[in-house]
């Protein structure tokens, strides 16, 4: 198809296609004249991902950018792909050699990771954060005994079952690095809406008249 | 104790005792001259409260009131004055009377609340939310045959069980709002992050080198 038929198919503008096909965000098409290429279900499918990362994961062109590498780059494995996709949308960036900055109260946090067998990395941006709300939660006498810490990760260990499982589904890497993204951060507020609902049910059962 | 100290020991300046005071969001101490009054302990719970309903749950003083009167009324159950603390953080107000507006989208989040065997009021705030998660996944198409959506609910009910309890556990209505509260605001955050260390292990378990 053509240009223009590629912007119909995937609702994105002609120059915004342009656009990031000057940026290297979109491959070539094969050029059938000097002024024209013909473009496939690649470009539409690699166009959806594109506006899935700016749409939902509002991330920079230039982080953009090395998810796609690393999609494409077949000696990068599937979970670094994941990684790529997931960690700008939890304020950090996929970056192994990075050094790891000294974390507040992360000895508590450290310690559950290790008591769930989780092989996290310490560079991780989940792990300052929830560092960062542990403390605030001792600060604030809640759960000084950590079972509410422990319920949550009991769920968030149900959840992260049920997103890998809907990677696993997805078939093909661009696919399920897409997946892990939406279903990452829509997950966060759909997760955050269903936890209330439960809690209602669950207050009715206990309090209800 | 003096107001004085009543501030000292709580944290709150005098004027913004005074303030709370004056609008009824905390009651008069004991008085002792024209213009003395002895406080206790209750007040320096009373406090603590109103501090994590304003700078956590980021209420406007009309709401904070109406939760403190549904604590302070024997007729009103603990089921409705944790509805009356967590659904203004939710985007709603605790009011069975109101009028449900119609949302699209909610036959199939409807399904799944039945499925589960949920009560919740359908002018829950959280059921709104939800119902327009499931609309954007769809059109997305994030989890078509609804298996993703299931596991976030298995997931949202076992952290409502672990709030729940810790709810059981605060002991006393004050507290017992107090708690769900902060479980629910602060829970959101650490369900987010603990989530995602969890995906990270499971993505090195199934991808990982």
Partial sequence: M???ELSRVSGVPVATIKYYLREGL???GETTSPNQARYDETHVRRLQLIRALVEVGSMPVAVIKEVLDAIDDPDVGLHEVLGAAVYPVSGGRMDCDAEVPEIDGAAELDALIAERGWHVHPGAPARA???EVLV???ELGLDPEGTLVRAW???AERAAAGDLAAVERAGGRERAAEVALLG???GDTMLGALRRLAQESRSAELYGS
């Fill in 2 to 4: 053509r240009v223009s």
């Fill in 26 to 28: 979109l491959p070539r």
């Fill in 129 to 131: 954060t929830a560092a």
């Fill in 136 to 138: 605030r939660m001792r």
């Fill in 153 to 155: 990760a009991d769920a």
């Fill in 184 to 186: 990452t951060v829509i």
